[in-house]
C-alpha cells in the first residue's frame, strides 16, 4: 500500500543531514571568511576609512551586533558536531533563488508601483547602493541565516520526534526571528500605530518559516540567497522600487 505524504511532512521532510566531510568543513571556512570580513569592515568604520563606500558610521552598533552573532554561532556550530547541516549545492542555489526571488519580487513591486499612484522615489545613489549590498550581503544575511536557521532550530526540539520536532524548530525559531527584528522596527515605525508595527513582525515570522522550509527542503545557501534577494529588493537597491514595498508595508529582514 502506497504510503500518504501530509503536505507538512513534505516541506518539513528530513534531509539526510551532513555532519561531516567536506560540506561542514566548507560552512565553517566560508564562516570565517564572512567573520574576517567583517572584522576588517569593522576596523574600517572606526577609523572613518575613505576605502568604505557611503557612511559607515550610523551602522556601527549594527556591525557589532551581527559581528557577535556570527561568532556566537560559528563556535555553537563548530563545537557542537551534533548540530545539523543541510548543505545541497549552496553555492549554485544560492545564484538559482537569489536571481529569481530578485527577478519576480522586482516585477511584482513595479507593477504595483506603476498602478499605485506612488510618488517617484528619490534616487539612490550608487555609493548608496553598494553601502547596503555589502552590509545585506556581508552582515545581515549569511549570519540571521546561519543563526536561525542552522544553529537555534535543534533548541526547540527537546525529545520530539518526527513532525513534531520539525514544527517546534520552525515556530520557535521562526518566532525568535520576528521578534529579533522588533527593535529596528519600533525604530523605523516610530510613527505608525502598534498594529502595523506588530503585522511587521507576524511578517518577519512568516517570512522565516518560509525561509526555513526554503532551508530544510534545497539546502543551506538556498535560504541566503532568498534572505538577500528580498532585502535588497524592498529596500531599493535592486530596481528602486523602496516606495512600492512601503505600499505593501514591507520591511527589510
Known amino acids: 500500500m502506497a504510503r500518504s505524504v501530509t503536505v507538512s511532512g513534505y516541506l518539513l521532510r528530513r534531509i539526510p543531514q551532513v555532519d561531516a566531510g567536506p560540506?561542514?568543513?566548507?560552512?565553517?571556512?566560508?564562516?570565517?571568511?564572512?567573520?574576517?570580513?567583517?572584522?576588517v569592515v569593522?576596523?574600517?568604520t572606526v577609523n572613518q576609512s575613505p576605502f568604505l563606500p557611503g557612511n559607515w558610521g550610523p551602522l556601527l552598533q549594527a556591525e557589532?551586533?551581527?559581528?557577535?552573532m556570527a561568532l556566537f554561532a560559528g563556535a555553537v556550530f563548530y563545537f557542537n558536531p551534533k548540530v545539523p547541516l543541510i548543505s545541497?549545492?549552496?553555492?549554485?542555489?544560492?545564484?538559482?533563488?537569489?536571481?529569481g526571488f530578485a527577478m519576480t519580487t522586482t516585477l511584482?513591486?513595479?507593477l504595483i508601483f506603476v498602478h499605485s499612484g506612488a510618488t517617484v522615489p528619490i534616487p539612490v545613489s550608487g555609493t548608496q547602493k553598494i553601502q547596503t549590498a555589502l552590509f545585506i550581503g556581508l552582515f545581515v544575511g549569511p549570519v540571521e541565516e546561519l543563526l536561525f536557521r542552522v544553529v537555534l532550530p535543534p533548541l526547540f526540539v527537546g525529545k520530539l520526534k518526527g513532525q513534531a520536532a520539525d514544527v517546534a524548530a520552525a515556530a520557535g525559531s521562526s518566532i525568535l526571528f520576528g521578534l529579533f527584528h522588533l527593535p529596528a522596527y519600533s525604530v523605523a515605525t516610530a510613527t505608525v500605530s502598534p498594529l502595523q508595527l506588530g503585522s511587521n513582525?507576524?511578517?518577519?515570522?512568516?517570512?522565516?518559516?518560509?525561509?526555513y522550509i526554503i532551508y530544510r527542503s534545497v539546502g543551506f545557501g538556498a535560504n541566503v540567497g532568498v534572505h538577500v534577494a528580498y532585502d535588497l529588493t524592498v529596500l531599493g537597491v535592486i530596481g528602486g522600487l523602496s516606495v512600492a514595498a512601503a505600499h505593501l508595508g514591507l520591511v527589510p529582514l
Open 23 to 39: 560540506a561542514r568543513g566548507r560552512t565553517l571556512g566560508v564562516v570565517g571568511v564572512i567573520v574576517l570580513f567583517q572584522l
Open 42 to 44: 569593522l576596523l574600517l
Open 64 to 68: 557589532q551586533v551581527y559581528l557577535t
Open 88 to 99: 545541497e549545492g549552496s553555492i549554485g542555489w544560492f545564484l538559482t533563488l537569489y536571481v
Open 108 to 110: 511584482v513591486l513595479s
Open 201 to 211: 513582525v507576524v511578517l518577519a515570522v512568516l517570512l522565516g518559516l518560509l525561509l
